[in-house]
């Protein structure tokens, strides 16, 4: 059994312009969110009817009825989500709490977990991580919890258990825990490249590779993370760089990973093309201060998240309308 912390942030006007600036430069896309992002609704159809519900319901729905689930925090704007879906976590007996984003990080959480404030701001992706996870069960244990993207609505409670116990072999050794998903050498349904890397794991999915012997993989929308195992200081600087067809992105991580004494992962990655998923678990190891292990698997749908755009609203609604097929 695990905790589970749905991570339903949301940024202020500065943060927003600012992130749709960078999708317009570099992914030709217009950001049409203004709102509330978990609350936007989303039409599916079930058993032949068509029904609207909040983007953040889609995942909730699957962590409720997961029996590997034992307890869920959410994490986000605590007066919207309850207004919008107390009624509906009422309907479950599973222990289901909100945590308001903008309320503070306590002074004992932050001396037990070493936080440098400068570092870690409240309202962060690292501040609301470390809320979430001392509001869970998981924490007086200090035991991993599942992290979930509260924008991902196509991961399902079968991938949810599958990668659970695909993690539990490893959470003995690992701070922090990925699932990278195989989706082949081609772009997504959302126009999304993969990260292509040599696939020395011990789990091979496929015989598919590019000319150089590589796979493509993408992230997910979980991770099975213990805070007490990694420097939380370092969360909101790799959080920053997810998106990597900006240059700025780029560089920062090159010259973050040179420091690290890895100088030629630029070259490794777009000129030698070797880049393998073992010198990729090293380098993050030694980012976070703790161990990284990245298990490749199979689930294209839980790749797909929406962002904000007019496209990816466009495209996700049509995959839920009409059932999504890889």
């Given at each position: 059994?695990?905790?589970a912390i749905l991570?339903?942030?949301?940024?202020?006007?500065?943060?927003?312009?600012?992130?749709?600036?960078?999708?317009?430069?570099?992914?030709?896309?217009?950001?049409?969110?203004?709102?509330?992002?978990?609350?936007?609704?989303?039409?599916?159809?079930?058993?032949?009817?068509?029904?609207?519900?909040?983007?953040?319901?889609?995942?909730?729905?699957?962590?409720?009825?997961?029996?590997?689930?034992?307890?869920?925090?959410?994490?986000?704007?605590?007066?919207?989500?309850?207004?919008?879906?107390?009624?509906?976590?009422?309907?479950?007996?599973?222990?289901?709490?909100?945590?308001?984003?903008?309320?503070?990080?306590?002074?004992?959480?932050?001396?037990?977990?070493?936080?440098?404030?400068k570092k870690v701001?409240?309202?962060?992706?690292?501040?609301?991580?470390?809320?979430?996870?001392?509001?869970?069960?998981?924490?007086?244990?200090?035991?991993?919890?599942?992290?979930?993207?509260?924008?991902?609505?196509?991961?399902?409670?079968?991938?949810?258990?599958?990668?659970?116990?695909?993690?539990?072999?490893?959470?003995?050794?690992?701070?922090?825990?990925?699932?990278?998903?195989?989706?082949?050498?081609?772009?997504?349904?959302?126009?999304?490249?993969?990260?292509?890397?040599?696939?020395?794991?011990?789990?091979?999915?496929?015989?598919?590779?590019?000319?150089?012997?590589?796979?493509?993989?993408?992230?997910?929308?979980?991770?099975?993370?213990?805070?007490?195992?990694?420097?939380?200081?370092?969360?909101?600087?790799?959080?920053?760089?997810?998106?990597?067809?900006?240059?700025?992105?780029?560089?920062?991580?090159?010259?973050?990973?040179?420091?690290?004494?890895?100088?030629?992962?630029?070259?490794?990655?777009?000129?030698?093309?070797?880049?393998?998923?073992?010198?990729?678990?090293?380098?993050?190891?030694?980012?976070?201060?703790?161990?990284?292990?990245?298990?490749?698997?199979?689930?294209?749908?839980?790749?797909?998240?929406?962002?904000?755009?007019?496209?990816?609203?466009?495209?996700?609604?049509?995959?839920?309308?009409?059932?999504f097929s890889g």
């Amino acid at each position: 059994m695990a905790s589970a912390i749905l991570m339903a942030g949301y940024n202020n006007k500065r943060a927003v312009k600012k992130y749709s600036r960078i999708v317009a430069e570099n992914y030709g896309q217009t950001f049409i969110e203004t709102g509330y992002k978990p609350l936007r609704e989303f039409k599916t159809i079930t058993d032949g009817r068509e029904e609207r519900k909040p983007l953040i319901q889609y995942t909730l729905e699957e962590l409720l009825l997961c029996d590997a689930i034992d307890d869920i925090v959410i994490v986000g704007h605590k007066m919207l989500l309850e207004q919008r879906l107390g009624s509906f976590i009422k309907q479950y007996k599973k222990p289901c709490k909100i945590v308001n984003q903008n309320s503070t990080i306590p002074l004992d959480v932050i001396e037990h977990f070493n936080i440098m404030q400068k570092k870690v701001k409240f309202n962060s992706i690292a501040g609301n991580l470390v809320k979430g996870y001392v509001a869970s069960d998981a924490f007086p244990k200090k035991k991993h919890a599942l992290f979930v993207a509260a924008d991902s609505p196509f991961t399902s409670e079968q991938f949810i258990q599958r990668f659970l116990n695909a993690a539990k072999t490893f959470r003995g050794e690992s701070a922090l825990i990925f699932p990278i998903i195989f989706i082949g050498d081609v772009r997504d349904k959302l126009g999304r490249y993969p990260v292509r890397l040599l696939n020395d794991s011990p789990h091979q999915l496929s015989d598919e590779t590019d000319h150089y012997g590589r796979q493509g993989f993408r992230l997910s929308s979980l991770m099975f993370l213990n805070p007490h195992l990694l420097n939380l200081n370092t969360v909101n600087t790799a959080y920053s760089l997810r998106k990597l067809l900006n240059p700025r992105a780029q560089l920062r991580l090159f010259r973050i990973t040179r420091g690290l004494g890895y100088p030629n992962v630029y070259a490794k990655y777009f000129i030698k093309k070797d880049l393998r998923i073992s010198e990729v678990e090293n380098i993050t190891s030694k980012f976070f201060e703790g161990r990284v292990k990245l298990i490749p698997m199979t689930g294209e749908e839980t790749t797909y998240d929406y962002d904000g755009t007019d496209f990816e609203y466009l495209m996700i609604t049509e995959m839920l309308d009409t059932g999504f097929s890889g």
